[in-house]
């Protein structure tokens, strides 16, 4: 198939707008003791392309940002108004990364901070194109809804108040889309004053911050006014720029702020439905249990064992100590090293975290290279290959695969050790799944369960096991949106979880769950259980199993959607042949396993003989009506498995 690749430039003509950024790109105005910044890297300032500078404003002036929504909900900016900073409310603007790149990058890769944020979703937050597709239509199914999005996404921007309200106004500037940047990162304050361990100039912030954002979630973030910038470490010896010493940058409620999703613009009934708002005003409470819940990534984690304390992982995720706790010891592993350039003579520390912000998605960093120069990104081949492997590394991580023989099946286990739903996070177009594939004693394919095919993207879903969450509208949303009822991608206005079997994390009881929105649904899991298992029938002329978890970031039918719903502008187009281009979000392999098929189906307990124990065994199994000893695959259990059974075991097979 010939594919022609759109990039950023191929905007339609009408899309782009004048927008007064200097074209050299300078964000004019930029004020704070780093002074004025153009925000390129100053040893890039010269490949730096000037003809990118136009398609900052164009991302979201065009439409990628506050379109008006086609055919949706009428909704306002009030009914997605969130708590905390709020824009123009700072007193010194978000600052470049270049302001932290010359002590903070270039010397080492393992633990030096700016190449390794880069490489991460967080430092492309602002140029993800899936972003700007999904974006594009939260804006055609609710006004204002891309506001919502764009606070997590493009904080510096959304707080300088350059997220357009409307396709006239507003601009983004090159600074802005630096994303979930070092300097929007570390002059974030926790919402709560804790007496004794808040810097004593946060009761002052908190006390200016009306309504206070004391529920974390949704991009209800407070921001310090002023250029000083926080971390954990006492830095006094150095004395480098204005800072903070702040432990709430290891605290994973830091990490809430944007990993825990609630839509406003919907309020829980009392028969646990999730109901439109009185529309045009701000929700009346910024609980974030009272209103619909999109993501629960953090609330995943608190209610997991790993919320309670440190759990020992042995090293599994590459962290320093082994034991792991916040969202930070997994995702930010401890190393040994400095936080600056050793020339500066910083102190070599053990608990050192990096800035890998390591995650799943394993294909969008490629894309991102693909739309914008290097020079803007900060990005390289070896940067992205890198990041991309982490990525790999934390999926095997995060499970493991367990095989076992149950008469004439096999069984997969799935068994989840990431400190939360496996999968987690942001729904549309993420799974998991269990692929399986016989084979006969010469090595022949005899039949598979879970087929992908990578040509058509297509994956076989009813022989096999997907986890996954499925959003969509109940009846109301479907006949308020005008959008259809049911299963579906429309995430700004989804109003009802149809399905959740994303295995649950260490620790989970289903009251826990239930109490942060996140209970399992039309699937169930018993309290404890951090694993699934799948029932397998083992076909005629089977000698061995290969069996397969595989994880996609982005399926076919949700980047088709983002394709084929997009009315507004063609984001969606640019993302689908990214997606093309990028091997159709090759789906990564995060757990293998073999099991030989033993010849003898009548040693049910598996022991390596027949004897008693194998009737024992049975009748056990067959007074729970278990699969697993329906001998004569007729697919039910009866008399006649025990007929087919005796006449195995007697002759000792």
């Not at 030096?112 to 597709?133: C, K, L, V």
């Not at 003579?345 to 290279?369: C, E, M, S």
């Not at 020079?375 to 992205?384: D, G, K, R």
């Not at 269990?434 to 010469?442: E, H, K, S």
């Amino acid at each position: 198939m010939s594919v022609r690749v759109r990039t950023v430039e191929d905007l339609h003509w009408s899309e782009r707008v004048t927008t007064g950024q200097d074209t050299s790109g300078r964000d004019a105005g930029l004020d704070g003791p780093t002074g004025s910044d153009d925000g390129v890297m100053p040893s890039r300032r010269g490949s730096w392309r000037l003809a990118e500078a136009g398609w900052l404003a164009a991302i979201v002036a065009a439409g990628i940002g506050m379109a008006i929504a086609m055919g949706g909900i009428e909704t306002t900016r009030n009914d997605f108004f969130i708590p905390g900073t709020q824009p123009n409310g700072l007193q010194q603007r978000i600052q470049s990364v270049n302001s932290c790149a010359f002590c903070h990058g270039g010397y080492n890769e393992i633990h030096e901070p700016m190449t390794a944020w880069a490489a991460s979703m967080m430092g492309q937050s602002a140029r993800d194109p899936i972003f700007h597709a999904a974006l594009a239509i939260a804006n055609q199914d609710a006004d204002f809804a891309g506001d919502y999005c764009l606070r997590c996404h493009v904080p510096g921007g959304w707080l300088g108040g350059r997220v357009a309200l409307d396709p006239a106004g507003g601009q983004l500037n090159n600074i802005d889309m630096e994303g979930v940047s070092c300097n929007f990162c570390h002059r974030m304050v926790d919402p709560i004053y804790h007496p004794g361990e808040s810097p004593a100039e946060d009761q002052a912030i908190l006390a200016g911050v009306n309504p206070p954002a004391t529920s974390p979630h949704s991009g209800s973030f407070v921001v310090d006014p002023y250029d000083r910038r926080r971390g954990p470490f006492d830095i006094s010896y150095l004395d480098p720029h204005p800072w903070l010493q702040s432990p709430f940058h290891t605290s994973s409620r830091m990490c809430a702020t944007c990993h825990d999703v609630s839509n406003p613009v919907y309020a829980r009934a009392e028969d646990g439905s999730y109901v439109l708002t009185d529309l045009d005003e701000r929700a009346p409470s910024n609980d974030k249990h009272t209103q619909f819940p999109v993501e629960r990534t953090f609330s995943e984690w608190a209610s997991s064992l790993f919320g309670q304390g440190p759990v020992e992982m042995n090293g599994r995720f590459g962290t320093n100590p082994s034991a792991v706790s916040s969202c930070q010891d997994c995702h930010m592993p401890k190393t040994t090293g400095t936080g600056c350039h050793p020339e500066l003579g910083p102190i070599v520390r053990d608990n050192l975290g990096t800035h890998y912000f390591n995650g799943a998605n394993t294909w969008v960093l490629r894309a991102v290279r693909s739309l914008y120069d290097d020079s803007t990104t900060y990005l390289s081949e070896a940067s992205v290959n890198a990041s991309i492997e982490r990525a790999r590394q934390m999926l095997a991580a995060a499970s493991d695969l367990e095989l076992t023989l149950a008469g004439p099946f096999i069984n997969a286990r799935v068994v989840n050790y990431s400190g939360h739903k496996l999968p987690t996070g942001y729904a549309e177009g993420r799974r998991v799944w269990v692929n399986v594939r016989f084979l006969d004693a010469q090595g022949n394919l005899v039949a598979e369960r879970g087929a992908y095919d990578p040509a058509t993207a297509v994956l076989t879903t009813a022989d096999t096991k997907v986890y996954e969450c499925d959003l969509g509208l109940d009846p109301a949303a479907a006949a308020a949106s005008g959008k259809p009822e049911g299963v579906g991608f429309h995430f700004a206005i989804n109003n009802k979880v149809f399905k959740d079997n994303r295995i649950p994390p260490m620790g989970f009881t289903n009251a826990a769950f239930e109490a942060v929105q996140a209970l399992p649904v039309n699937y169930t899991y018993a309290d404890g259980q951090y694993w699934d298992d799948t029932l397998y029938e083992v076909p005629a002329g089977a000698a061995r199993a290969e069996v397969r978890v595989f994880h996609q970031t982005t399926t076919k039918e949700y980047i088709e959607f983002l394709r084929d719903a997009n009315v507004t502008n063609n984001a969606g187009q640019i993302a689908y042949d990214q997606w093309v281009l990028h091997g159709k979000s090759e789906p990564t392999l995060m757990d293998f396993a073999t099991i030989d098929l033993y010849p003898c189906l009548a040693d049910v307990n598996v022991d390596g003989g027949v004897d008693g124990g194998d009737i024992e065994a049975f009748f056990l199994l067959w007074s729970q009506g278990s699969p697993a000893v329906d001998f004569n695959v007729d697919g039910g259990v009866d008399g006649m498995d025990v007929e087919a059974f005796f006449m195995l075991w007697e002759q000792g097979c």
